[in-house]
């Protein structure tokens, strides 16, 4: 995510491994719902996936070129931090609703600021009974 910390931009989400293929390939589709949170914070916003890319062995110049007009392909330290080969998803965003109280999940996560669940019983697992969004 790019843009101020109290409400980033929210247009593009990356997620990027170097041996492995990131989450949540193979599983996102278009018309998802994904839920935005801090990382290892409260979940903040939720957006529908609008359309996504899967890269294997992408470089940091593929990746950022694919951010063009998105908050991200302008934020340096993000580029300069990549390893020179990844696996990378990049998800294109639409329909942004910023929740007016930010909730915690039922289950802990450390590692990406969006998840993507693919059932109700998914969605009451992490987020708790009833948040179907």
């Known amino acids: 995510m790019g843009g101020p910390l109290a409400r980033p ?64 392909y302008d934020i340096g330290a993000y580029w300069e931090s990549l390893t020179p080969a990844f696996n990378a998803v990049v998800v294109y965003l639409a329909e942004e609703r910023w929740l007016g109280r930010p909730f915690h999940p039922t289950a802990r996560s450390y590692g990406a600021s969006w998840v993507v669940l693919e059932d109700a019983a998914s969605v009451d697992a992490w987020l708790g009974p009833g948040r179907h969004g």
């Open 9 to 72: 931009e929210v247009g593009i989400l990356c997620q990027t491994h170097v041996t492995r293929r990131p989450v949540p390939w193979g599983r996102v589709s278009t018309g998802d719902l994904v839920w935005v949170k801090w990382v290892g914070g409260p979940i903040v916003a939720t957006a529908k996936v609008q359309q996504y890319r899967q890269m294997v062995r992408c470089d940091a110049d593929t990746l950022r070129s694919q951010t063009k007009g998105y908050a991200l």
